[in-house]
């Protein structure tokens, strides 16, 4: 990070052609809609881009490797476009939410016993889809019927995906993760972090997925998807398009969380407004 932060010379900003050729590959793969005002930020991340690719600088990375990017080129680029930012219980009203109002309402739409599925689209490092298996494990942990539950957590960037399957998080990580959780679900390790509980882990699968691509492959429906904190990201028409793929991957009555200062306004014929950051699939 300490690359990051450094100074830009003004030699070294990207000039209009580059940023532009920046700004296009971001839009078109990943749907991320880049201010060109941004320049000194864009210049920096590239500079980092063009250390990993071992180029000699931003704009040399960019004319070289940007304009016909193969597919290694933009997994790699993703690492350095995308804010990873998370935490656990981050939002933490859809937690609560989850817990007293979606999963009784999904099971009672289930009927007795079944699968519940959710997904969480752009997991991060996994402080998100863990707490999530564990909300599932409070609610259906004592459920009278065997209900099967499982987590599917994708991301675009594999960097991230690895950090979350290993479900090692140090104590300032675990600190917003209400006490309950991390007694039941966390085990402290002797250097003194703390990994998730195998019961945990068991429940959550992490794949890569870029939510830009044509259609999602899934061929059974998830009951809920959360896709927080990422859409802001991209333009309204990406939004759109996103939206409506994550509505398809829902089964009708089924719930989407975003984040709440997210909104999925202009979709109203396939989500119902819950309440900031819940929708609902319309149809049951
Ligand atoms: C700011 S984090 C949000 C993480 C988590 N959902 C939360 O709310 O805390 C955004 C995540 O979206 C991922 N992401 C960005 N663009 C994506 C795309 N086109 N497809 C899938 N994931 C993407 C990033 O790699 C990053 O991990």
């Known amino acids: 990070m300490s690359n990051a932060q450094t100074a830009v010379n003004d030699s070294e900003l990207l000039d209009d052609e580059e940023l532009s050729i920046v700004q296009d590959v971001a839009r078109r793969y990943f749907g991320f809609d880049l201010a060109a005002n941004k320049r000194t930020m864009l210049t920096r991340r590239m500079r980092l881009f063009a250390q990993s690719q071992g180029k000699s600088s931003a704009g040399q990375v960019v004319r070289t490797s940007l304009v016909e990017p193969t597919k290694e080129v933009l997994l790699e680029l993703a690492v350095y476009l995308t804010t990873n930012h998370t935490f656990f219980h981050r939002e933490s009203q859809h937690f609560e939410r989850l817990i007293d109002v979606v999963i009784p309402e999904v099971r009672k739409q289930l009927g007795r016993g079944g699968e519940l599925r959710l997904w969480c689209a752009a997991a991060s490092t996994g402080q998100e889809p863990y707490e999530l298996a564990m909300c599932l494990e409070e609610a259906l942990g004592r459920a009278p019927q065997d209900w099967e539950r499982a987590v599917l957590a994708t991301d675009i960037s594999d960097k991230v995906l690895e950090v979350a399957r290993l479900g090692n998080y140090d104590g300032e990580q675990v600190a917003t993760l209400p006490g309950g959780r991390l007694r039941d679900f966390m085990v402290q390790e002797k250097n003194s972090t703390f990994s998730v509980a195998p019961r945990i882990r068991n429940l959550v ?42 509505a398809g991957a829902l089964m009708p009555g089924g719930y989407l969380f975003i984040g709440r200062s997210e909104s999925a306004r202009g979709m109203e014929e396939t989500l119902r407004f819950v309440e900031p950051g819940l929708y609902r699939k319309v149809g049951n």
Do not use: W
């Open 205 to 246: 699968t992490f794949r890569r997925l870029n939510l830009m691509r044509a259609t999602y492959p899934f061929r059974r429906p998830f009951q809920i998807v959360f896709c927080r904190n990422v859409m802001i990201y991209f333009s309204a028409s990406v939004r759109r398009e996103v939206l409506s793929k994550l």
